[in-house]
């Protein structure tokens, strides 16, 4: 009888701390069912020194609530920004973007079956060194502590998660621009000169969201425009993950003079423009209309356009975009 008695009290106990929850490579038997916590970089690839962002998304879809509940990382450095829709991070009110001071500590409150968080962090990446990845590590836990290694913090560790955080690094002055903007809206790849035709620079609408531009003989996805008399390279543009904004964006092409073929100049350029649409079918369009200004945004019923001008020696093409895509002259 008194055997029995502790075996009662054991799951009762376990029942109501609804703490465990494991991520999903080591799911222990009584892990509370519906809990969750995915990590999602904005944007997957960025340059050195630019930041790399992560969506933080929790949720709980029952039975168990739980009463408090935490996030911290496995990082020294402080995030460059963070932003919680619940509870606040490292000082800041709930849902308002801050620069932070130190290491990421969110403290949520409590978190009732039904109910998600999603917290948007980010961290500025080394200035140089060869070509790696930077990962974050983050860690949910009920007791507030620094980053601790599953199953060391009195059985309160409810997801750390690793693979999903991984943002890769591409090397400084290549082909490809890109990262979580904040401050500086400004994505662009290396300058023109030899042994590069052609760069690409995109000035984002909007902070907060990741950017990326790739241009060059690398390449090839299925958005880069095909046709006769194009010349440069293709230049792939996706602005905060590829969607489709009610205001033009800024997106200059810088294209070698040497590689511009004979005949062309600044009033016979136009540029082919491959999307991807709303309903997933590929479009292609040319963008030949002159943009009253090459500094200033014109008004969206007047985009895409373009502003084409001589740079010393180079050609430049200033287009105004409402579209993520390929874009390529001709």
């Not at 376990?14 to 995915?38: E, F, N």
């Not at 690839?45 to 009463?67: E, H």
Request: charged share 10%; net charge neutral.
């Amino acid at each position: 009888m008194i055997h029995r008695m502790r075996r009662v009290a054991t799951v009762v106990s376990a029942s109501l701390l609804g703490v465990m929850l494991l991520g999903a490579s080591a799911a222990q038997a009584g892990t509370p069912a519906g809990w969750s916590i995915t990590a999602t970089p904005l944007p997957s690839q960025v340059t050195y020194g630019m930041n790399a962002g992560y969506r933080i998304d929790i949720g709980n879809a029952g039975p168990s609530n739980i009463s408090q509940l935490f996030l911290v990382d496995d990082q020294t450095a402080t995030p460059s920004y963070v932003q919680t829709n619940q509870g606040s991070c490292n000082g800041l009110v709930s849902g308002v973007p801050t620069t932070t001071s130190g290491r990421l500590l969110c403290s949520f409150g409590a978190l009732n079956a039904g109910a998600t968080i999603t917290v948007i962090v980010a961290y500025t990446t080394p200035t140089s060194g060869p070509p790696s990845s930077f990962s974050v590590t983050f860690e949910l836990n009920t007791t507030g502590a620094t980053f601790t290694k599953p199953g060391s913090s009195h059985g309160t560790v409810l997801s750390p998660i690793d693979s999903p955080t991984t943002t890769a690094l591409v090397a400084a002055g290549g082909d490809f621009g890109g990262g979580f903007v904040i401050s500086d809206n400004t994505v662009s790849d290396q300058n023109v000169g030899p042994g590069n035709n052609q760069s690409t620079l995109v000035v984002s609408p909007q902070s907060f969201i990741g950017v990326t531009v790739s241009d060059g003989t690398t390449s090839t996805t299925g958005e880069c425009p095909n046709g006769t008399n194009l010349f440069g390279e293709c230049s792939l543009v996706s602005v905060g993950g590829g969607r489709l904004f009610v205001s033009p964006f800024k997106v200059v092409l810088t294209i070698l003079g040497s590689a511009v073929p004979s005949g062309v100049n600044t009033n016979n350029v136009a540029v082919l423009h491959t999307y991807t649409d709303s309903k997933g079918i590929q479009q292609t369009e040319t963008i030949s209309a002159d943009c009253p200004s090459a500094t200033q945004p014109p008004a969206a019923s007047a985009a895409p356009c373009i502003v084409v001008t001589k740079v010393g020696k180079n050609l430049q093409i200033v287009i105004w975009l409402l579209r993520n895509g390929g874009l390529r002259a001709y």
